[in-house]
DNA sequence: CCTCGTTGTGTAAACGGTTTAACTCTCTCG
DNA sequence: CGAGAGAGTTAAACCGTTTACACAACGAGG
């Protein structure tokens, strides 16, 4: 049998609207009409017409929709990796929010390079998404932020919305909204619960300047130090990137060039702690009899390792960003919103006997 | 100055291609081969427009330009999570081959819930999506088969392509790619191992008649169980979900409810693995020195807990889905690709001493 | 019987691009 | 000098849907 129409040459081609109303006997208005739901409509016609649909398996095409007017529906993000667990979590956020909003979901990676991410804002242009969410730091210099802002700028100059998602604001006139979380803060809390356990050497790893998460968590290691009366060490504070195998890296290099000089380590994130440890083991250290150790973000897998660390409320990070864009046609609407965070302890951090350093306990027997 | 094209009720609206035209002073159809390239055009115009397009900050209307007839260029992905690792990575690799053909992404979450993943199928079929990448298990009941041969068909018809990215074929009338990777060799070939270091009795964690994934990860497991002359007892079979917090609960209710009657533990996943250990611990028992423990997927976290696994490509599933979906046009590509699985030796295995059971080794001085 | 709403349906004009056929030049060659 | 070729451009016809407007049928009220 066969039902698909076919054009005069022959070759199959997706139903449109007008096979269905000729097969129904009405008008192609009729049909979209019925279809819309939104307007009177004599019940035998929409019983012919429903049929007509399912039996030639019609659906409409979304191009022809968005062209003539109908809000797209559909959300836009764009992260580093999926792969990561933190992006990871916050799309799932995003996804939730837009799936339950009826909005289908766009997503772009761009490996953390600017160019690619422009690019895909082009695109999500292009397709008119509804808001476009832009999760997590990058490196931020002036002529990226003056770009990023012409972006914002066409956004809500096509109705649509640049939510930034775990990243600073891009100043007051950009038409940006912001979704951020508590970095320094969480970081404050967590140096400060190791100096109360009385560590007061605590390597910093993951310093990234020009990066906004990093840097925040950085400033909040800062202050809490100052805030207790400790020296600041620039030694103590390691560069590299957010990845597990740099992680590993920083600890190493550390623990090979030289006398170990810190008892406790804050990573900046889960990640670089998880690299950290499994450094630390390689080198016989134990966490945390020997080594106290934290992280930041609180990802699954932190509890596997028992780590300390800030918890940070990802899926609602996504969430929010999600809620605010689509809300924020009604005025009144925050423009900028700040999660806090959570200290998580576990089992990785340990009060520090009043024992001068190198002078380590035995083994128990 | 108001460089942006405004209607006579003075309202803003994005720029259309008749703006830059008229901006050029050339007519519609120029701009249109001069931007895509495909014309020959004298230089000055080029120029003329390039000014234009720049002056303006024009876009296309992917709408429209998808509605004339131009390829949308996209490729849709349908996982259950996108928080889960694996399928974290699966969509990355699905995200990176998109990309590197110039496509973008879409992507939905089913939530495992079939109903969820077919209304899903039908948004994508309205976006013209070139090609539907279906990702992980799912239940698979017969009139979910039927339906989802369906829309297969649908979408072949559309010129779309359905792809199967790690479950298996609907059958061979079914226009679909498959792409899978080896869940049954992986199992046995890891069950094989855990039986060379002289373990018999070796419980099952995450049975779940009727989903594909695990169902083939426990052939592989009787199947190996079988080859070296083990008996099959059912008892060591354990049901539940491919979640973390389920190897939990299958392990805690399995110590719970009787003696331990086996000395090595496969999960049928990395996370029911890290569950299971965790619920280990919290009674004592140490990992490998007190029960041997096997995982399958090898995604990052495995390593941070020494995990003995199977390593399954999973970017490379991702990839090799959407290459094949994009080149099978033309005739003579592959239908049907089978993903090789490989052994990753941590420690999490430990040979059994030829001692009866319940002679347990005392703690070490 | 005429007018007036109400209700359901049809007609045609957008929407913003691409593509085709036709047209206007300019240049070359017989 | 006229014909023909070919480069560069234009006007017009699509693509599939929504929607403003027109209109027909019908019952109710005067």
Same mark, same amino acid.
């Given at each position: 049998?066969?039902?698909?129409?076919?054009?005069?040459?022959?070759?199959?081609?997706?139903?449109?609207?007008?096979?269905?109303?000729?097969?129904?006997?009405?008008?192609?208005?009729?049909?979209?009409?019925?279809?819309?739901?939104?307007?009177?409509? =004599?019940?035998?016609?929409?019983?012919?017409?429903?049929? #007509? $649909?399912?039996?030639?398996?019609?659906?409409?095409?979304?191009?022809?929709?968005?062209?003539?007017?109908?809000?797209?529906?559909?959300? #836009?993000?764009?992260?580093?990796?999926?792969?990561?667990? *933190?992006?990871?979590?916050?799309?799932?956020? $995003?996804?939730?929010?837009?799936?339950?909003?009826?909005?289908?979901?766009?997503? &772009?990676?761009?490996?953390?390079?600017?160019?690619?991410?422009?690019?895909?804002?082009?695109?999500?242009?292009?397709?008119?998404?509804?808001?476009? !969410?832009? !999760?997590?730091?990058?490196?931020?210099?002036?002529?990226?932020?003056?770009?990023?802002?012409?972006?914002?700028?066409?956004?809500?100059?096509?109705?649509? +919305?640049?939510?930034?998602?775990?990243?600073?604001?891009?100043?007051?006139?950009?038409?940006?909204? !912001?979704?951020?979380?508590?970095?320094?803060?969480?970081? *404050?809390?967590?140096?400060?619960?190791?100096?109360?356990? &009385?560590?007061?050497?605590?390597?910093?790893?993951?310093?990234?300047?020009?990066?906004?998460?990093?840097?925040?968590?950085? #400033?909040?290691?800062?202050?809490?130090?100052?805030? +207790?009366?400790?020296?600041?060490?620039?030694?103590?504070?390691?560069? &590299?990137?957010?990845?597990?195998?740099?992680?590993?890296?920083?600890?190493?290099?550390?623990?090979?060039?030289?006398?170990?000089?810190?008892?406790?380590?804050?990573?900046?994130?889960?990640?670089?702690?998880?690299?950290?440890?499994?450094?630390?083991?390689?080198?016989?250290?134990? $966490?945390?009899?020997?080594?106290?150790?934290? &992280?930041?973000?609180?990802?699954?897998?932190?509890?596997?390792?028992?780590?300390?660390?800030?918890?940070?409320?990802?899926?609602?990070?996504?969430?929010?960003?999600?809620?605010?864009?689509?809300?924020?046609?009604?005025?009144?609407? =925050?423009? +900028?919103?700040?999660?806090?965070?959570?200290?998580?302890?576990?089992?990785?951090?340990?009060?520090?006997? =009043?024992?001068?350093?190198?002078?380590?306990?035995?083994?128990?027997?």
């Amino acid at each position: 049998m066969a039902r698909r129409p076919t054009s005069e040459d022959g070759r199959d081609r997706p139903t449109t609207i007008r096979d269905v109303a000729r097969h129904a006997g009405v008008s192609v208005a009729t049909v979209s009409r019925i279809l819309s739901g939104t307007y009177p409509s =004599a019940p035998v016609t929409r019983h012919k017409v429903m049929r #007509a $649909v399912r039996e030639l398996d019609y659906v409409a095409n979304a191009h022809a929709r968005g062209l003539a007017g109908v809000q797209p529906r559909s959300v #836009a993000i764009v992260v580093n990796s999926v792969t990561s667990p *933190h992006y990871a979590h916050v799309a799932q956020g $995003v996804q939730d929010q837009a799936a339950r909003e009826g909005r289908l979901c766009l997503v &772009g990676t761009s490996d953390g390079d600017p160019e690619r991410e422009l690019a895909i804002i082009r695109l999500m242009r292009e397709q008119h998404a509804e808001a476009v !969410v832009l !999760v997590g730091n990058i490196s931020a210099d002036d002529a990226y932020r003056e770009r990023m802002a012409g972006y914002a700028r066409a956004l809500a100059l096509a109705g649509s +919305h640049l939510v930034l998602c775990g990243r600073p604001s891009l100043g007051p006139d950009v038409p940006a909204i !912001v979704v951020e979380y508590d970095n320094t803060g969480g970081a *404050h809390a967590i140096t400060s619960h190791l100096i109360a356990a &009385g560590h007061t050497r605590i390597l910093f790893l993951g310093r990234r300047d020009g990066y906004s998460t990093p840097e925040s968590r950085l #400033a909040g290691y800062r202050a809490a130090l100052a805030a +207790h009366g400790l020296p600041h060490d620039p030694g103590l504070e390691i560069e &590299g990137t957010m990845e597990r195998h740099e992680g590993h890296r920083m600890m190493r290099r550390r623990l090979d060039s030289g006398p170990r000089d810190f008892t406790a380590v804050f990573a900046s994130n889960d990640l670089i702690a998880a690299g950290a440890r499994q450094a630390l083991r390689e080198e016989g250290l134990r $966490v945390p009899d020997d080594i106290s150790l934290a &992280g930041f973000d609180d990802l699954p897998p932190a509890a596997d390792i028992d780590l300390t660390t800030v918890h940070v409320q990802h899926k609602e990070l996504g969430r929010t960003a999600v809620r605010l864009a689509l809300e924020s046609e009604r005025p009144g609407t =925050a423009k +900028h919103v700040l999660l806090g965070t959570r200290l998580v302890i576990r089992d990785s951090v340990r009060p520090l006997p =009043a024992l001068p350093d190198g002078a380590r306990a035995p083994g128990r027997p």
